[in-house]
């Protein structure tokens, strides 16, 4: 069964302390893997997206990268404006699979 | 902005009733995605719709359905509600049928009294 998951549940950094968010994964095959950002109580926004292992993709102060079992996203010098929830899903291949399969998130606090 | 929009943004109504969810995606989007989160459950997919077609489907239950319009706006109809059906109910959009860089709206917050 195709299965995502994140750690840790919960994070707490001080505003600049770096820090990684991990996600694993098990999928038969793998079109996609997908980062997104979840304030509390909105839609989640769109970071990035990773199709093969060995990419990198970079927005201001994170990173991601990709293997073929699991995906780090580095935070670099986090400020509290980057406390939300990190979400993470996959797009497996096989049938019927045209959709994502998201993680339950780690939840980033970053305190001045 | 994402620029998807969904109405209502709360609704509030008793067990056994039955809601509709609206969304409107993004200009030249043609593909929507219905999801439910719940506090135990993460974010789950509902079903996809792509230029008015049903395209893929998830742990959507009987009792939910949807359909895309021309106008590529879609509808999600929850009925015979239960208590459990309370969670945030989220739209997504994309340009193609795969679901690459899914832009999500605001959600509507259910709650079943």
């Known amino acids: 069964e195709d299965q995502v998951t994140q750690s840790p549940e919960a994070l707490r950094l001080q505003e600049g302390e770096s820090s990684s968010l991990n996600c694993s994964y098990t999928v038969s095959g793998l079109r996609g893997l997908f980062w997104y950002r979840q304030d509390p109580g909105k839609g989640p926004e769109f970071l990035f997206t990773?199709?093969?292992a060995g990419e990198e993709k970079e927005k201001e102060r994170l990173k991601a990268t990709l293997t073929k079992k699991e995906s780090f996203l580095h935070i670099t010098a986090p400020k509290p404006e980057d406390s939300a929830t990190y979400l993470c899903?996959?797009?497996?291949?096989?049938?019927?699979?045209?959709?994502?399969?998201f993680g339950t998130g780690t939840r980033l606090q970053v305190f001045p | 902005d994402s620029g998807v929009t969904q109405t209502p943004k709360h609704l509030i109504t008793a067990t056994g009733q039955r809601v509709t969810l609206r969304c409107s995606p993004r200009?030249?989007?043609?593909?929507v995605y219905w999801y439910q989160q719940s506090l135990d459950q993460g974010l789950q997919f509902l079903i996809q719709?792509?230029?008015?077609?049903?395209?893929a489907k998830g742990n959507i239950l009987e009792r939910f359905s949807a359909q895309q319009f021309p106008d590529l706006h879609s509808e999600l109809n929850l009925s015979s509600l239960e208590l459990g059906d309370s969670a945030l109910y989220f739209c997504?959009?994309?340009?193609?049928?795969?679901?690459?860089?899914?832009?999500f709206g605001p959600g509507t917050r259910l709650t079943v009294t």
């Open positions: 719709y792509y230029n008015g077609e049903e395209r």
């Open positions: 200009s030249g989007d043609l593909s």
């Open positions: 997504a959009s994309s340009e193609t049928g795969y679901p690459y860089e899914q832009y």
């Open positions: 990773l199709y093969s």
């Open positions: 899903a996959v797009h497996p291949t096989g049938h019927n699979t045209d959709k994502l399969i």
